[in-house]
């Protein structure tokens, strides 16, 4: 029978996949727990020949292997997948048996049959027996026949209505076995991949954890080794100051101080005694090398020239000569230079010292100014060149006269004090908010002034990251704009706001100059918009900044209207749409072109469509909101549409 034929394979198939999900073992102890009566067992043949004790011997210790790893397998699945797999198992039992009943069916029909068949031929041929007739007994047979045959249709019609129950109510029991099977399956897979997922993360934390752990010792290592050599330093340096000795001596004009510590003896210059306008610093004093000097105050000298044994110098070198000019290095120092009175270094990058009686302005080239370089300098103002990007502590301390300096954005670096006790008028003047000058100003109360600057933040619950623009928003959603001013005369703000849509001319005003820094702006439609932010000051200086933002739609509104003109007196039909899965509503608002009023049609509801009725012949515009009732998002759509009189 070609059902019970079809019907096994399925069985077949149902068993094997059986065997797939949950392994052979466990699929026997499921099929074990349900007795399938009269069915041979399932063997596999053997080779032909003998299989030698060795090969067997293994054999059987594979099998074991695969017996226990079954059993291990099917011990550690849950008594409800058990269950389950039981119940695949009765079902397809069900679905066998109902099979088995209909083949049963199937042949005592058939038997059946055959003896209808049998009594109505022996009839038959005894009644032609007695018939003499030819022509009758013809007759007789023929009808016959036609009975026979209109017993065998009406038994293969029951046939074919027993098969045809039995093949649909076991294909129902084999479809919802395999359907359970194909759940418990996803189940159990599922179960597998969230332990896996589970053991990963875990591995994760703990990977990160190490790494963590790692990072902080190798932290640790770094520090001590930075700290190391500026240990060693310190206790150098501590020693030095702990074992120093000192003693006085005069020699000629100058008076010295001698240190002798564990490390060397030196000699500094305290003091000049004579009245001559320029004057030699010895390099030695008793064989001592002279490498530096702190000179008393002298009014009297005007030019110092410094020997090659000097190491150390500084604007404070000559603190106390106030009317010093020029500072000449002697050419064989290893260290220093003077460029016109200047003291540099060697290279001629780094100012270290300016006389306090020159007005000067460190040239272009300069890149560094060192501590103490304008020690009480009396120029009233400065310039620092563009190439100088570091200034030291104390560089412009006590220059009372000060009361400007022009600090570039170069300068990335300024010490501390670098211009304490400057006059009280002292300003510093920036070339922009964003320049490192800017937060010591600000850090340290000092007096600046720099071109006015506006700065704009975007926020929004409605940012997503569409991997193409730089920020971007859902259609619908409020955006957050707000300014920050600085710069200019650091008071009395006011903020102003503009957008304008990628392709328009005009912009919108959203804000004109107020004293609130912040706006709630909503996007009508998607795409691109512009945002322009203008900030101005007491002194009416305006400065504005420039953003974008990409508004991205929702979801499409496909609504469409019957027709663009109408006479006065017709209506137009809105029909909505939406491409979005979720519950929609639609709002309509309609108003002339000229008009800056709408004239609202209906709030939000689900109905199709609506029909729109103007009142006048004119030009009027219809706008149409679809609002996913999910998530709240609003979708627009716009149409034109002219109303001609009537006549």
């Known amino acids: 029978m070609k059902s019970s034929k079809k019907f096994m394979t399925r069985v077949l198939t149902a068993a094997l996949a059986l065997s797939m999900v949950a392994g052979t073992g466990i699929c026997a102890a499921a099929v074990e727990n349900t007795e399938f009566e009269d069915e041979p067992a399932v063997v596999i043949a053997p080779d032909d020949g003998e299989e030698t004790p060795e090969y067997a011997a293994k054999l059987d210790e594979i099998k074991a292997m695969l017996a226990e790893a079954a059993q291990s397998a099917y011990a550690k699945l849950s008594q409800s997948t058990v269950a389950q797999l039981v119940q695949i198992a009765q079902k397809v039992k069900a679905a066998k048996q109902i099979m088995d009943e209909a083949a049963y069916q199937d042949a005592q029909i058939k038997v059946e049959l055959a003896d209808k068949v049998a009594q109505i031929s022996t009839s038959a041929e005894q009644l032609v027996a007695a018939v003499d007739d030819e022509e009758t007994a013809a007759q007789i047979m023929e009808y016959v026949d ?52 589970v053991i990963i993360h875990t591995i994760g934390e703990i990977q990160q954890k190490i790494y963590e752990a790692k990072a902080q010792i190798q932290e640790k290592i770094e520090e001590f080794k930075a700290w190391v050599p500026n240990a060693i330093v310190q206790i150098r340096e501590y020693l030095i100051e702990k074992t120093t000795k000192y003693s006085y001596v005069t020699e000629g004009d100058f008076d010295y101080q001698i240190c002798s510590n564990i490390k060397e003896t030196y000699a500094v210059v305290m003091a000049y005694n004579g009245a001559d306008e320029e004057i030699t610093i010895p390099a030695y004093v008793n064989d001592i090398p002279v490498t530096a000097s702190l000179l008393a105050a002298n009014s009297a000298v005007k030019t110092v020239n410094v020997p090659a044994t000097f190491t150390d110098l500084s604007g404070m070198s000559f603190a106390g000569l106030t009317e010093l000019e020029t500072i000449n290095v002697d050419e064989e120092n290893e260290y220093l230079m003077s460029v016109d009175g200047i003291v540099f270094d060697k290279t001629g990058i780094i100012l270290f010292a300016v006389p ?107 940012f997503v990251d569409d991997g193409e623009h730089f920020i971007a928003m859902q259609l619908g959603a409020s955006l957050k704009i707000t300014e920050e001013a600085e710069g200019g005369s650091g008071e009395g703000y006011t ?153």
Do not use: H
Request: some cysteine.
């Open 356 to 462: 306090q009686g020159r007005e000067y302005n460190a040239p272009e080239g300069t890149e560094a100014i060192f501590e103490l370089a304008y020690y009480k300098s009396k120029m009233s103002s400065i310039e620092i060149p563009s190439t100088v990007s570091y200034i030291g502590s104390q560089a412009f301390i006590y220059c009372s006269n000060l009361k400007k300096v022009i600090v570039p954005s170069s300068v990335n670096t300024i010490g501390e004090n670098a211009f304490a006790e400057c006059s009280d008028e002292f300003v510093m003047e920036l070339e922009t908010v964003s320049c490192p000058a800017y937060v010591y100003a600000r850090e340290n109360g000092i007096k600046y002034t720099c071109p006015l600057s506006a700065s704009v933040s975007l926020e929004s619950d409605a």
């Open 495 to 647: 903020y102003a706001f503009y957008t304008r849509k990628e392709g328009e001319t005009k912009w919108s005003c959203k804000q004109s100059f107020k004293d609130n820094a912040s706006i709630e702006f909503t996007p009508e439609f998607s795409g691109n918009y512009e945002i322009c932010v203008k900030v101005k000051d007491s002194t009416g200086s305006i400065a504005k900044m420039y953003t974008e933002i990409y508004v991205l739609n929702a979801f499409e509104n496909t609504s469409t209207i019957s027709a663009d003109t109408i006479k006065k007196g017709e209506t137009v039909t809105v029909y909505f749409g939406a491409n979005v899965n979720a519950p929609t509503a639609y709002a309509v608002y309609y108003k002339k072109t000229t008009d800056t009023k709408w004239t609202r049609k209906q709030d939000y509801t689900e109905n199709e469509e609506v029909t729109v009725k103007p009142a006048k012949a004119a030009d009027y515009v219809i706008c149409v909101k679809a609002k996913n009732l999910s998530d709240g998002t609003i979708s627009k759509k716009y149409f034109d549409l002219t109303v001609n009189p009537a006549k």
């Open 146 to 197: 036609q009975k026979i045959s209109q017993i065998i249709d009406e038994a293969e019609q029951q046939l074919e209505s027993v098969m045809s129950t039995a093949e649909e109510e076991s294909n129902a029991l084999l479809a919802e076995a395999t359907e359970q099977l194909d759940a418990l399956k996803d189940e159990l897979q599922n179960k597998a991949i969230y332990r896996q997922a």
